[in-house]
C-alpha cells in the first residue's frame, strides 16, 4: 500500500499571500499508462471533501485558477497564488494509481494567520 | 448537474447491521464506477469500497472486508453498502463519491455524507 505523507500538517498564512503543501509518496505514482493519477482535495469546514486537482495539475471544473498543482514521480505541490478567506480548510492529496486502495495524505490545515 | 445524495445513517449497536444508499442523478449511472470513502470524527480520510459500472467487479478495505457489501442497483441509479457486524471504530460520515471514468481510477464528485454512529 502507498502511503502519502504531507507536510505542512498546519499552515497559517496571510489573506494574498502564496501557500504551498507538499504530498510525498512512498513509490513512484506513475502509472504503468503513463499517466500519474494524484489529486488534490478541498475540504471545507462543515463540508465535504471537494475534488480540487487531478493527475497532478488539471484544475477541475469550476476550480479557480489561484490553483494550482506540480511534480512528478514520488513529490507533488499544491499552491495557491493568493490566499483568499474561502479557502480555509483542510486540504488532502490523494493517490489511485495503485488501486485497490485509494490512499490519502493526512491532510494540511489551512488557517488565516 | 451531478447529485450524489446519501441516506441511511443513524446510531445503531455494535454488532448490528445498517444499509446505506445514495441516490446519483446527472450522469449515466451505470457507466461509471462508484465508491465509499468514510471520515472519522476529527480525522482524515480512508477508502471503503469501489463498485465497477455493471457491478461485476467489487474492492474492499481489508478493515471492512468480509462484513460490508458493496451493490448498485443501475435500473434505480443507486448505489448500496451493507454494514453488517459493526463495530466501535466503524462511527465515520460514509460518503459516496463517484469514479472518473477517465483512465484510470480517479474519483471526481463527492456526495453530502451521512454519519454512522457504533455505540451501546
Known amino acids: 500500500e502507498i502511503v502519502m505523507t504531507q507536510t505542512p500538517l498546519s499552515s497559517p498564512v496571510t489573506l494574498g499571500q502564496p501557500a504551498s503543501i507538499s504530498c510525498r509518496s512512498s513509490?513512484?505514482?506513475?502509472?504503468?499508462?503513463?499517466?500519474?493519477?494524484l489529486s488534490w482535495l478541498q475540504q471545507r469546514p462543515g463540508q465535504p471533501p471537494r475534488l480540487l486537482i487531478y493527475?497532478?495539475?488539471n484544475r477541475f471544473s469550476g476550480v479557480p485558477d489561484r490553483f494550482s498543482g506540480s511534480g512528478a514521480g514520488t513529490d507533488f505541490t499544491l499552491t495557491i497564488s493568493r490566499v483568499e478567506a474561502e479557502d480555509v480548510g483542510v486540504y488532502y492529496c490523494?493517490?489511485?494509481?495503485?488501486?485497490?486502495?485509494?490512499?490519502f495524505g493526512q491532510g494540511t490545515k489551512l488557517e488565516i494567520k | 448537474e451531478v447529485q450524489l445524495l446519501e441516506s441511511g445513517g443513524g446510531l445503531v449497536q455494535p454488532g448490528r447491521s445498517l444499509r446505506l444508499s445514495c441516490a446519483a442523478s446527472?450522469?449515466?449511472?451505470?457507466?461509471?464506477?462508484m465508491s465509499w470513502v468514510r471520515q472519522a470524527p476529527g480525522k482524515g480520510l480512508e477508502w471503503v469500497s469501489t463498485?465497477?459500472?455493471?457491478?461485476?467487479?467489487?474492492y474492499y478495505a481489508d478493515s471492512v472486508k468480509g462484513r460490508f457489501t458493496i451493490s448498485r442497483d443501475n435500473s434505480w441509479n443507486t448505489l448500496y453498502v451493507q454494514m453488517n457486524s459493526l463495530r466501535a471504530e466503524d462511527t465515520a460520515v460514509y460518503y459516496c463519491?463517484?469514479?472518473?471514468?477517465?483512465?484510470?481510477?480517479?474519483?471526481?464528485?463527492w456526495g453530502q455524507g451521512t454519519l454512522v454512529t457504533v455505540s451501546s
Open positions: 513509490q513512484s505514482l506513475v502509472h504503468s499508462d503513463g499517466n500519474t493519477y
Open positions: 463498485i465497477s459500472g455493471s457491478g461485476g467487479s467489487t
Open positions: 493527475k497532478i495539475s
Open positions: 490523494m493517490q489511485a494509481t495503485q488501486f485497490p486502495p485509494y490512499t
Open positions: 463519491v463517484k469514479v472518473t471514468g477517465r483512465q484510470g481510477w480517479e474519483v471526481d464528485y
Open positions: 446527472g450522469f449515466t449511472f451505470a457507466n461509471y464506477a
